[in-house]
T-cell receptor, first 111, second 117 residues
Framework: GESVGLHLPTLSVQEGDNSIINCAYSNSASDYFIWYKQESGKGPQFIIDIRSNMDKRQGQRVTVLLNKTVKHLSLQIAATQPGDSAVYFCAENQGQGKLIFGQGTTLQVKP | DTGVSQDPRHKITKRGQNVTFRCDPISEHNRLYWYRQTLGQGPEFLTYFQNEAQLEKSRLLSDRFSAERPKGSFSTLEIQRTEQGDSAMYLC???????????????FGPGTRLTVL
């Protein structure tokens, strides 16, 4: 079936470096994608979203890139900080707001 | 605090017992969603409401599960005759109606962690 997945379960980066978290999706009809951050014991926190008519969208220290040709999106975090340590999920909106989540990438920031 | 709230935050119960969780969405949001999340996995969609109407239910929502949103504000999720496999984090989210566009951001609550012994 259709699914949204992430390439790596864990990513370890040095504080101050840039982080790139990847996600592959399989439903070519998907038109809206969201990145969430989830800290231990908390609910997912919205980070940034992107629609399929865009290739790139920037927020504060975060950028999402969408490559529809290869059905891939990525989340880039600039100058990674210890507070960025969390599990990151990409999610696909399948209409009426129903979100399909991938399994998540754990970002570990080394001081 | 104007975010999504859930109660209780933790629930431990014995197999076979019934449990009920509550979700209070962001006040101006008319869409409310329930998800289930097991350890190491992403959240899985269970059901959603627009105002008081339950518009979609996942096949994950067995007959032992029932959700209500009687006045279009808070929602409850009840699990009857709990099983050990029901142990998970139950997340609630809310969003606007989508009237301003095809999609609206879902804001999640802190979740209710259920442990069935």
């Amino acid at each position: 079936g259709e699914s949204v997945g992430l390439h790596l379960p864990t990513l370890s980066v040095q504080e101050g470096d840039n982080s790139i978290i990847n996600c592959a999706y399989s439903n070519s009809a998907s038109d809206y994608f969201i990145w969430y951050k989830q800290e231990s014991g908390k609910g997912p926190q919205f980070i940034i979203d992107i629609r399929s008519n865009m290739d790139k969208r920037q927020g504060q220290r975060v950028t999402v890139l969408l490559n529809k040709t290869v059905k891939h999106l990525s989340l880039q975090i600039a100058a990674t900080q210890p507070g960025d340590s969390a599990v990151y999920f990409c999610a696909e909106n399948q209409g009426q707001g129903k979100l399909i989540f991938g399994q998540g990438t754990t970002l570990q920031v080394k001081p | 605090d104007t975010g999504v709230s859930q109660d209780p935050r933790h629930k431990i119960t014995k197999r076979g017992q019934n449990v009920t969780f509550r979700c209070d969405p962001i006040s101006e949001h008319n869409r409310l969603y329930w998800y289930r999340q097991t350890l190491g996995q992403g959240p899985e969609f269970l059901t959603y409401f627009q105002n008081e109407a339950q518009l979609e239910k996942s096949r994950l929502l067995s007959d032992r599960f029932s959700a209500e949103r009687p006045k279009g504000s808070f929602s409850t999720l009840e699990i009857q005759r709990t099983e050990q496999g029901d142990s998970a984090m139950y997340l609630c989210a809310s969003s606007g109606s989508g009237a301003t566009g095809p999609t609206d951001t879902q804001y999640f609550g802190p979740g209710t962690r259920l442990t069935v012994l």
